[in-house]
């Protein structure tokens, strides 16, 4: 006689408690609530996941990667058009690059412990998937994806302004946009002397400090940033220099 097989309880789709309670972790940690967690499950869910748990009807997080890749482009065009006025097309283009890039993605991925919480297959897991960089780049756009379709464009945007905009702010990605090498070259291409930065005013308490700092030549002002961090503030007065200089040349 054939023995009975016994019925599987849990129901097609749905995760076990123990991992839902992983989960609910994350949401604290976070302090976001998600209204639908089937789109969180979703969006730290792998492909190889999928793949060894194919009778539980299980979708991975590729659809939430495509749409989180366009949200994220789409706050941070809004982000840096609204902070940085002086900012041409073609600066913010290239600094949004640098912030959307892969390395960066990982870099936010981590420092939320994104990597511990992906739905990986067994294979995956093995090799290595859970700290492999494409993955959680993925996952950190997959988050921002199912976010977006959870509660709408304002929560993404507050969850970057704790995650990344903060980095911006403070010179991170100022390497991809060096405006005080590019006015060291200017100034040099001329001999016209040294450049001096100085700090001129210190504004706000301790924990939310803003610089303002001068760039001078020759006593000559040709430029004041403000900024979060004496690097933010330097570069602001670069960028400015840059631009009345550059006004200067087509007069």
């Known amino acids: 006689m054939a023995m009975k097989r016994k019925p599987n309880k849990q129901k097609p789709g749905t995760l076990k408690d123990s991992v839902k309670a992983i989960f609910e972790e994350l949401q604290k940690e976070l302090s976001i609530s998600f209204s639908d ?3 969180l499950y979703q969006a730290f869910t792998h492909s190889s996941y999928v793949n060894e748990h194919r009778r539980k009807y299980f979708t991975d997080n590729e659809r939430l990667e495509f749409l989180g890749d366009a949200v994220l482009e789409l706050s941070v065009s809004q982000y840096l058009f609204m902070k940085y006025p002086q900012m041409s097309e073609g600066e913010m283009t290239k ?17 939320l412990g994104f990597g511990k919480y992906i739905l990986l297959g067994k294979g995956e897991e093995l090799t290595g998937g859970r700290t492999r960089p494409a993955l959680l780049a993925d996952v950190f756009e997959s988050f921002i994806g199912a976010l977006y379709l959870d509660q709408g464009l304002d929560a993404v945007v507050s969850f970057l302004e704790v995650v990344l905009f903060p980095k911006v702010e403070v010179g991170a990605f100022s390497h991809v946009m060096d405006y005080k090498s590019q ?30 700092t001068r760039v001078k030549l020759a006593e000559k002002e040709l430029g004041i940033g403000n900024g979060r961090s004496k690097k933010e503030a330097e570069q602001q007065a670069a960028q400015l220099a840059i631009r009345k200089l550059q006004e200067a040349m087509e007069d």
Do not use: D, M, W
């Open 95 to 111: 600094l949004r690059a640098a912030i959307v890039c892969e390395p960066s993605l990982v870099l936010f991925a981590n420092e």
């Open 183 to 212: 006015l060291q070259e200017l100034i040099q291409q001329k001999n016209q002397g040294a450049l001096l930065y100085e700090i001129i005013e210190e504004k706000g308490p301790a924990h939310s400090r803003t610089f303002v």
């Open 37 to 39: 967690p089937s789109l």
